[in-house]
Each structure stands twice: as C-alpha cells, then as structure tokens.
C-alpha cells in the first residue's frame, strides 16, 4: 500500500511518503505520510519540487510578427521571469500568421493576447503604455497561480 522513499546518502533514514497509488480500476488513492516530521529538510525540498513541476500551469501567448506590442510583452515576461517569480508558469508563444489553425480557435482582437487554456487572461491595448501593460500582465500570471487545475 505504501512507497518508500529510498535511503539516500545524507539521510539513512527511509520514511514512508505520500504518493498516489493507482489501486485496479486505475484511479488513484493516496498513501498516509508517516513520521513526517523524521524527513530530513532535503526530503522534503525534493518533494515539493516534484510536486511544484507536476501543478505547472501553462499560458498560450498569441504573437504576431513585427508587432511592437509583442515586444514589449516579451521584454516584460523576460523582466517578470528573471527575477525567479513565476516559476510554475510555462509560456507557449504561437505566431499567429505560421499557425492559423490554432489562433483561429480563439476569440482576440489584438496581440499579444494571453490564454490559461480557453479563458482569455490579457490581450494587449494600441496606446497602452508599457507601465500599464506591465502591471497587467504581472496582475494576469498572479491570477493564474491562484486558479486551481
């Protein structure tokens, strides 16, 4: 019923963790974590990692050539990104003039336009000016990591 983690090298102490457990039917049951609290810190770091990479949440960010406004998105995202924010955060950029099979599929009037699946989070303004489509763009990754799967 329960996985080991196995004994590493700094720790020789193996502790039962939680992890999902497909049971015959193939859905999924969750196994008790037990002495918990005899993890090491470095355990514990590991498997928070693991489970930050599994909840990463991806946005589709359409761009079109030439485009100032998607510039300065990217050199926005570049700024946001660098600083070690938003590191659950994937970004698909998609050029809308070399796949018009999928930008299709979405409802935007002007680019750059940010999608977290079909729920359009951002889609930029002409005039808008930098400061603001920072501060916007900032508030639509902040929502993103508060919605759940």
């Given at each position: 019923m329960f996985s080991r983690l196995s004994a590493t090298e700094e720790d020789t102490n193996p502790v039962r963790a939680a992890v999902p457990l497909p049971n015959a039917r193939g859905t999924a049951r969750?196994?008790?974590?037990?002495?918990?609290?005899?993890?090491?810190?470095?355990?514990?770091?590991?498997?928070?990692?693991?489970?930050?990479?599994?909840?990463?949440?991806?946005?589709?960010?359409?761009?079109?050539?030439?485009?100032?406004?998607?510039?300065?998105?990217?050199?926005?995202?570049?700024?946001l990104f660098s600083d070690g924010g938003y590191s659950d955060i994937k970004l698909t950029f998609i050029d809308e003039t070399e796949h018009p099979e999928i930008s299709d599929k979405y409802d935007y009037n002007a680019c750059p336009s940010i999608y977290y699946g079909d729920k359009k989070i951002y889609e930029a303004k002409p005039l808008r000016p930098e400061s603001k489509a920072e501060k916007m763009i900032k508030q639509a990754l902040d929502s993103v990591e508060q919605m759940e799967e």
């Open positions: 969750t196994a008790l974590v037990i002495a918990m609290s005899a993890m090491s810190k470095k355990q514990i770091k590991k498997i928070k990692i693991k489970e930050k990479k599994k909840a990463m949440k991806e946005l589709t960010v359409f761009v079109y050539p030439g485009c100032p406004y998607c510039a300065q998105a990217r050199k926005i995202f570049d700024k």
